[in-house]
């Protein structure tokens, strides 16, 4: 496509509305794929799904959409000029309104999930040797590694529960397991503690909140990956494919 956005390039949507009247961090932000473009420009996408729902987007109604494609991030208006079945797939076709606009790199979409994880904490000796970039063996560091439960993920970090609570601030290194095309890969990365509070529903559960810090591109990239690929799997789970 002139624009570039092809076939395959995975889309956020918000509604209008939340982009107007909500907080940054109250927005609802739903992960999509393009599937196909109309005769007449238009472009066939999945019908978002969250939390293992369709989310029915109205014919008419308008959208902001951020495409990621080869060469950045691109954002403008669209709106919904119609929606349907084809197959087993709930798609909808989306007017671009405007003229896409180049944005910096957004906050990562979050993967609602429940996946086992293991932490530890990172101590001020093996914070100077991270300063320092210097060679050491963890090992000898005796690490305890404390199990979580995580709640949900991004590019950019995630929020698990777990039995210990923990200090804003603290720099901790989390571990877990994501499959990625059938290959178990197993993500090993240093984080920083945003915040940490009890849970409302079991007292002695917390909830953390955590960014990650330091980590590689490729391994960022990765874990988007993996998101996206287990969005497709909910998707086509959802519509009765096996």
């Keep these: 496509m002139e624009n570039g ?14 982009r107007l009247s ?10 999509s794929q393009v599937l196909d473009e109309t005769e007449n420009g238009n472009l066939l996408v999945a019908m978002p799904i969250k939390e293992g729902k369709v989310i029915p987007f109205s014919v008419g109604q308008q959208l902001v959409a951020t495409f990621y494609t080869k060469s950045g991030l691109l954002q403008g208006h669209v709106i919904v000029a119609g929606r349907f079945k084809k197959g087993e797939l709930f798609l909808m076709e989306i007017s671009l ?19 086992p994880l293991e932490y530890r904490l990172v101590g001020e ?11 050491y063996d963890v090992s000898k560091l005796n690490p305890e590694w404390r199990n979580a439960a995580m709640i949900d993920l991004s590019g950019g970090g995630m929020h698990f529960v777990s039995t210990s609570r923990e200090a804003n601030g603290s720099l901790i290194q989390v571990r877990f397991e994501i499959k990625i095309a059938e290959e178990v890969q197993i993500v090993c990365v240093f984080a920083t503690v945003l915040r940490c509070s ?5 007292s002695r559960l917390y909830n953390t909140h955590i960014k990650f ?26 519509s009765g494919k096996k």
């Design 5 to 18: 956005i092809d076939i395959g390039v995975k889309l956020d949507i918000e509604r209008m509305d939340d």
């Design 22 to 31: 909500q907080r940054e961090g109250e927005k609802q932000i739903y992960v």
């Design 97 to 115: 309104n405007t003229q896409f606009k180049r944005v910096q790199r957004r906050e990562f979409f979050r993967y609602d999930c429940r996946m």
């Design 125 to 135: 000796e093996e914070q100077r040797l991270l300063t320092e970039y210097a060679d």
């Design 198 to 202: 009890q849970n409302e529903n079991q």
């Design 213 to 238: 810090q330091g980590i590689d591109k490729k391994l960022q990239e990765q874990i988007v990956r993996f998101i996206f690929e287990e969005q497709i799997r909910q998707r086509s789970k959802q």
